[in-house]
C-alpha cells in the first residue's frame, strides 16, 4: 500500500479513499466512485475504470462459467474488488456514461481527455478504445494479458483483431475499425508494427500523450519537444516590446482566444525573444507553450503528435522552423492544436499550408541602444553594472536573449575573480563564449589588438580608415539625425579594402576591430561553400545572421571567391552560381553589422558589389618611407641592425609588408639560434631568401658594401 498526496491509498490494481470529497458520495446510478482525486487525475481514472469494466464485461462473455475470467487473471479480481468498493456496476455501460458526464459537469477548468475528445471528434466507444489502447501504460500485467489473449509472443499491446473482438457492440460489429482509424488520423494512436498484417497491428498511444491524458506535464516530452506551463510564461509586462508591438501582442491573444486566428507568425533574430513573445501571447490566451524543433519534412511522422499533445496540454505549440533563404516551408495538412498555432522563422524563407491561411504575422528587430539599456537593466542590478559597463550598453548593438545570456556569463566572470561588479572587460569574455557557441562550425576568430597609428600606409588610406571607424561608431545616430531620405537607413557597415596581396588588407580588418572593442571572425569557405544546391545560401544565411546578432566585425578574406562577376549562362552550374552571387548582392545590402571585404583581384569582383559598399579603400605597395616605418614596427626594439642598411633595404627593396614580415621572422628566428639580437647578417640573409622565392635577384646592396660606402 503506497499513500497518495491527497489522503488516499492505493494498491496495485485499485484503490480505497480514507476521506472522500463530500461531491463524490453517494450510490445508485451516475453516482462517482468514492476513489477519485479532482481534476485531470481524477478524470483520467475514471475513465480507466471505465475502461477496466468493459474489458471486464466483455471477458465475462467469452466464457461459459461464470468467475472463470477471475481465475485465469488473478490481478484483475483487484479491479473488481475496486469497483464493487466504489458501487460500480462494471456490467452497466450507461452507469459508466452518466458518471463520466456527472465529473465532467463538476469540473469546468481543463480536462485532457475531455479536450482531446472535442478536438479529435471521438464519441464514448473511440474514447474508451483510445483507453484500452493504453491499458499497458498504466499495469504492466495488461501487457501479459494482451499477449496472451492474441497468441502472439512479444507482442503486449492490443491489436486491431482484438480490440474488434473485445469491443465490438453486439449490434454493430462494425464500429471498432472506423473509430481507430480516426484515433490513428487524428494522430492519437500508432501502429508500432506497421509492416505486420492488419489484424495483427499492435497498437500504442505515444507515451507523451498518454502522460499528459492522465494528467502529467514534464518539461520535456520528448527530445525535440518543450513544454511550459501558462503560470511559467513571461508577461508582456515584462517583455522589452516597441509600442505598436506592445499594443499588437494583447490582440493577437484575443484573436486566438476566439478561434478567429489559426496561427501567429513571428519572425526576428535568434535569441531575439521570439518564442518568449509566443509565450506571453500564450499566457494571455489562458495557454501554455509547447515548443518543437526539427520539423522541416512534412512527412515527419512526428508532425501527427503535436495537435493531439498541445491540445491535451493545454498550450500553444510554437513550431520553430528554419528554413534557407529562398525556401518554403510547406506545413502538413494536419490541426495543429485546438487553440491554433505559433511559427517562429527568422528573416529569410517562407511557409505554406492550411494552417496559416488565417495568421498573423510579427516582426521583432535587433534592440536600438534605448531597448538594449532596458536589456541590461533587467539582466543586472544597478549595483553590479561596474566600470566601463555603461560603454557596453551603448556600443555592443546585440539580440535582446544575447545581451541576457552575456550579462549572466559576465556576472559569472566577475564571481570567479571575486567581485560583484561587472566590467565591460567581462562582458567582452562573456561575448567571446556566445561567439564560440555560434560561429565556430563557419568562421575563425582573429586576434583584434593594436592601434591604427600602427599601420604603416599612405596618408589618404589612413584617412579612410578612420573615416570608417567613425561611421562604425556612429551608425545607430546616423538614420535619425539625417532627412527623410535616410529613413530606414540600415545600420550595417560595409567596407571594400582591395589591393595585392600583402599589403596591409587584413592587417587593417584586425586593427579596425580592435578600435571598435569588437572581435573579428573570418569566414571559412571551406565550410561555406557547399556543392549541394542551396547548402552555401543556407550556411550564409546562418553565418550573417549569427554575426549581427553578436555584433562581431565580420571578414571575407579573399572576398572575390564568392563576390565574382556573374556570367552567361551556360549550364546549370552557370545559374546556380549566379543565384549564389545574387544571393549574396541582397543580403550583403541588407545586412545591420559591420562586414569587411579583401581581395587582391577586384578586377573579378561583380560591379554590383562595390556599389553596395559605404566604403572602398585602395591599399598600393609600400613607398620607401612606408617600407622603412613597416621595416621598425616589425623588427625588436633591441635589435643591432645598421640604421644605414635599414634606409638602404626600405629603399631599394620594394617589398610588401607581407614580405617584410616573412623577412623579419626568418631574421629572427636566425639570431634566436644564435642566441644574440638580429644584425644585418640575419636580414640580409632573410632578403635573399625571401628573393629567391620570387626568383628574382636582391636589388640591395649587402650589408658590408653598404657599411663601406661602396656604390
Not at 481507430?180 to 501502429?191: F, K
Not at 587584413?506 to 556543392?531: F, G, I, Q
Amino acid at each position: 500500500m503506497t499513500e497518495r498526496a491527497d489522503g488516499s491509498t492505493a494498491r496495485r490494481g485499485g484503490s480505497v479513499r480514507r476521506g472522500a470529497d463530500p461531491r463524490l458520495r453517494g450510490a445508485g446510478p451516475g453516482a462517482l466512485p468514492r476513489s477519485l482525486p479532482p481534476g485531470a487525475a481524477g478524470h483520467f481514472r475514471l475513465h480507466f475504470l471505465a475502461t477496466v469494466a468493459t474489458l471486464l464485461r466483455q471477458l465475462e462473455a467469452t466464457y461459459a462459467e461464470p468467475g472463470e475470467v477471475l481465475r485465469r487473471y488473478a490481478f484483475l479480481a483487484g479491479y473488481a474488488d475496486d469497483l464493487a468498493a466504489n458501487a460500480a456496476p462494471f456490467s452497466d455501460a450507461r452507469w459508466w456514461r452518466e458518471a463520466l458526464a456527472a465529473f465532467e459537469a463538476a469540473e469546468p477548468g481543463h480536462l485532457p481527455l475531455r479536450s482531446v475528445a472535442r478536438w479529435a471528434g471521438l464519441d464514448a466507444a473511440a474514447q474508451s478504445l483510445l483507453v484500452a489502447i493504453g491499458l499497458a501504460e498504466e499495469d504492466a500485467r495488461f501487457g501479459a494479458l494482451f499477449e496472451q489473449l492474441q497468441s502472439l509472443p512479444g507482442v503486449h499491446r492490443p491489436t486491431l483483431g482484438l480490440l474488434q473482438l473485445l469491443w465490438r457492440d453486439p449490434a454493430d460489429t462494425s464500429r471498432v475499425r472506423p473509430a481507430i482509424e480516426r484515433l490513428r488520423a487524428a494522430g492519437l494512436v500508432a501502429v508500432a508494427n506497421p509492416e505486420a498484417s492488419r489484424a495483427e497491428w499492435a497498437l500504442q498511444v505515444p507515451p507523451p500523450l498518454w502522460d499528459a491524458l492522465r494528467g502529467d506535464a514534464p518539461e520535456q516530452p520528448a527530445p525535440w519537444l518543450r513544454h511550459r506551463p501558462a503560470p511559467a510564461l513571461a508577461t508582456e509586462d515584462a517583455l522589452v516590446l516597441d509600442a505598436a508591438l506592445a499594443e499588437t501582442a494583447p490582440r493577437v491573444a484575443a484573436l486566438l482566444e476566439a478561434g478567429e486566428l489559426q496561427a501567429v507568425v513571428v519572425r526576428g533574430p535568434h535569441h531575439g525573444g521570439r518564442r518568449t513573445l509566443l509565450g506571453a501571447i500564450a499566457r494571455r490566451a489562458g495557454r501554455g507553450l509547447l515548443e518543437t524543433t526539427g520539423l522541416e519534412r512534412r512527412d515527419d511522422e512526428r508532425w501527427r503528435l503535436v495537435g493531439p499533445l498541445a491540445t491535451a496540454l493545454h498550450a500553444l505549440p510554437a513550431i520553430v522552423l528554419e528554413p534557407a533563404p529562398g525556401e518554403t516551408v510547406a506545413l502538413p495538412d494536419l490541426s495543429l492544436g485546438d487553440g491554433g498555432a505559433g511559427l517562429v522563422l527568422d528573416r529569410h524563407g517562407g511557409v505554406a499550408g492550411p494552417a496559416v491561411e488565417r495568421a498573423v504575422a510579427l516582426r521583432l528587430e535587433l534592440p536600438g541602444p534605448a531597448a538594449r539599456q532596458r536589456h541590461w537593466e533587467a539582466a543586472l542590478a544597478s549595483e553590479e553594472r561596474g566600470e566601463g559597463l555603461e560603454d557596453a550598453i551603448e556600443t555592443l548593438r546585440m539580440s535582446g536573449g544575447n545581451v541576457r545570456r552575456a550579462a549572466a556569463l559576465a556576472r559569472a566572470a566577475a564571481a570567479l575573480a571575486g567581485r560583484r561588479a561587472v566590467t565591460f572587460a567581462d562582458v567582452r569574455a562573456a561575448c567571446r563564449l556566445l561567439h564560440r557557441q555560434a560561429l565556430d562550425a563557419l568562421a575563425a576568430p582573429l586576434a583584434a589588438d593594436g592601434d591604427l597609428a600602427d599601420l604603416a600606409v599612405a596618408a589618404d588610406v589612413r584617412d579612410e580608415l578612420r573615416a570608417v571607424l567613425r561611421r562604425c561608431r556612429l551608425r545607430e545616430r546616423i538614420e535619425a539625425s539625417g532627412g527623410a531620405a535616410l529613413r530606414g537607413l540600415s545600420a550595417g557597415v560595409r567596407v571594400l579594402l582591395k589591393g595585392p596581396s600583402g599589403t596591409g588588407k587584413t592587417l587593417a580588418a584586425r586593427l579596425l576591430a580592435a578600435a571598435l572593442y569588437r572581435d573579428l571572425w573570418r569566414v571559412d569557405l571551406s565550410a561555406v561553400v557547399n556543392k549541394y544546391i542551396g547548402e552555401t545560401e543556407k550556411n550564409l544565411a546562418r553565418t550573417f545572421a549569427a554575426a549581427e546578432e553578436l555584433d562581431v566585425v565580420l571578414l571575407f578574406d579573399e572576398g572575390d571567391a564568392l563576390l565574382a562577376r556573374r556570367t552567361s549562362v551556360q549550364t546549370s552550374n552557370d545559374r546556380y552560381a549566379n543565384l549564389e552571387t545574387n544571393y549574396l548582392l541582397q543580403r550583403i545590402e541588407a545586412y545591420e553589422g559591420i562586414l569587411v571585404v579583401t581581395t587582391n583581384a577586384a578586377g573579378h569582383l561583380d560591379e554590383a558589389f562595390e556599389r553596395r559598399m559605404d566604403a572602398v579603400i585602395e591599399f598600393k605597395a609600400p613607398e620607401a618611407a612606408e617600407r622603412h616605418a613597416i621595416w621598425q614596427l616589425h623588427l625588436a626594439p633591441g635589435h643591432a641592425v645598421d640604421p644605414v642598411y635599414l634606409r638602404e633595404v626600405a629603399l631599394r627593396c620594394k617589398l610588401t609588408g607581407g614580405q617584410i614580415r616573412n623577412a623579419v621572422l626568418h631574421a629572427t628566428a636566425l639570431a634566436l639560434e644564435a642566441r644574440r639580437p638580429v644584425e644585418a647578417p640575419d636580414l640580409e640573409a632573410a632578403l635573399a631568401r625571401e628573393y629567391r622565392k620570387a626568383g628574382l635577384p636582391m636589388p640591395a646592396r649587402s650589408a658590408a658594401a653598404t657599411a663601406a660606402g661602396v656604390r
